[in-house]
């Protein structure tokens, strides 16, 4: 049984646009959310994080959005470039150290 | 400051053999956690370790199993290796085991990939 779900496996958007990455939930005792970003032959690097009492969170390009009635996590790049292209992977934190990982969301950055 | 060891990179064993991983974490992190990548699944809880302790432990089977050390370097070992579990093994140090985003981003190591035949 999935907690946490990246429907969409992948997505490709033009250098410059807005990218939107999707994460649904199921368990409502997670606290936070985090966005990882994993590039080949690497280890996922931590880019963004959402405690489960806020709605929204920034980071320069990146955004985080909670909406905890829906159970929806999404993240927004803006503007995307090439450089953003890799494997994004939504995880939720459900105690201690454990995290709730999806499947991730191949992202493609076209120049 | 250093990040996340992990070794070897690579590993290929045949089935029923036996394998162990090593991580060293960054220095000052006492908290390991394991986890299990295949593909088209996310990555895959296997346990955390805290203070040379197991505080944590996913939906694995007992042929997997870990521990720490008091230099907070922990080993993953997989007894009776399976198909199934050739995987990428991934290992993320924390700061602690406590409660605050900022002590539960977790930074992780490049990974062993395990092949068995």
């Known amino acids: 049984d999935q907690q946490v779900k990246q429907n969409s496996p992948s997505l490709s958007v033009q250098e410059g646009r807005i990218s939107i990455l999707n994460c649904d939930y199921t368990?409502?005792?997670?606290?936070?959310f985090l966005w990882y970003k994993k590039y080949p032959a690497e280890g996922p690097t931590f880019l963004i994080s959402?405690?489960?009492?806020?709605d929204k969170n920034e980071d320069g390009r990146f955004t985080v959005f909670l909406n905890k009635s829906a159970k929806h996590l999404s993240l927004h790049i803006v503007p995307s470039q090439p450089g953003d292209s890799a494997v994004y992977f939504c995880?939720?934190?459900?105690?201690?150290?454990?995290?709730?990982f999806g499947a991730g969301t191949i992202l493609r950055v076209k120049s | 400051k250093a990040g996340v060891t992990q070794t070897p990179r690579y590993l290929i064993k045949t089935r029923g053999q036996q394998v162990t991983l090593s991580c060293s974490p960054i220095?000052?992190?006492?908290?390991v956690s394991w986890y299990q990548q295949t593909p088209g699944q996310g990555l895959q809880f296997l346990f955390e370790?805290?203070?040379?302790?197991?505080?944590n432990k996913g939906n694995f089977p007992g042929r997997f199993s870990g521990r720490q050390f008091s230099n907070s370097r922990s080993e993953m070992n997989v007894s009776t290796l399976e198909l199934g579990d050739s995987a990428l093994y991934l290992c993320?140090?924390?700061?602690?085991?406590?409660?605050?985003?900022?002590?539960?981003?977790?930074?992780f190591g490049a990974g062993t990939r395990l092949s068995v035949l």
């Open positions: 993320a140090s924390s700061p602690t085991s406590g409660t605050g985003v900022a002590k539960n981003i977790q930074y």
């Open positions: 368990n409502s005792m997670f606290d936070y």
């Open positions: 959402i405690s489960s009492i806020k």
């Open positions: 995880a939720a934190r459900e105690y201690g150290n454990k995290l709730v």
């Open positions: 220095s000052g992190h006492r908290s």
């Open positions: 370790y805290f203070s040379e302790t197991q505080r």
